[in-house]
């Protein structure tokens, strides 16, 4: 089963590479104009370095989130299936995983209060500065 999933997921990647070298596949901009996949990338690279310290930690926290759910399952699934008691070993290393995967997700979240509060700080001091200056 995972060899034919493989091999359809390689087919479809190869059908897409070969369209984009054909028909000289090209995005669109916002403003509608035409991109070529090196400019795409490039505008791509340079929204990435826009992103702030926050917006970053939530993406992570995101992350974290999924992988704690896979996981889990992993976890769960591992013991409701064992075979002969062969699967052990995958279950330590799964329940190893979860302990460092919360471990991370705990530090995201002080993180992420930290930049909240700073951020908030931040605003409020431009509002405070934009009525002394209204005034």
């Known amino acids: 089963m995972i060899n034919w999933f493989l091999g359809m ?6 059908i897409i590479i070969v ?8 995005w669109k901009s916002r403003d509608g104009s035409e991109l070529t996949i090196k400019e795409f990338f490039k505008n791509w690279g340079k929204g990435i370095e826009g992103l702030t310290n926050l917006q ?6 995101l992350g ?10 992993g976890i769960i699934i591992n013991v409701l299936t064992r075979i002969k008691n062969q699967w052990e070993w995958i279950t330590v290393v799964l329940a190893g995983s979860l302990i460092i ?3 991370s997700m705990v530090g995201l979240y002080q993180r992420y209060k930290i930049l909240k509060r700073v951020e908030d700080t931040m605003k409020e001091i431009q509002n405070e500065s934009m009525e002394t200056k209204g005034q």
């Open 9 to 14: 997921v390689s087919i479809i990647i190869l």
């Open 19 to 26: 369209r984009n070298i054909k028909r000289g596949f090209s």
């Open 101 to 103: 995967t919360l471990t």
């Open 64 to 73: 974290t989130w999924i992988v704690i759910t896979g996981v889990s399952s």
């Open 56 to 61: 970053q930690v939530k993406t992570q926290m």
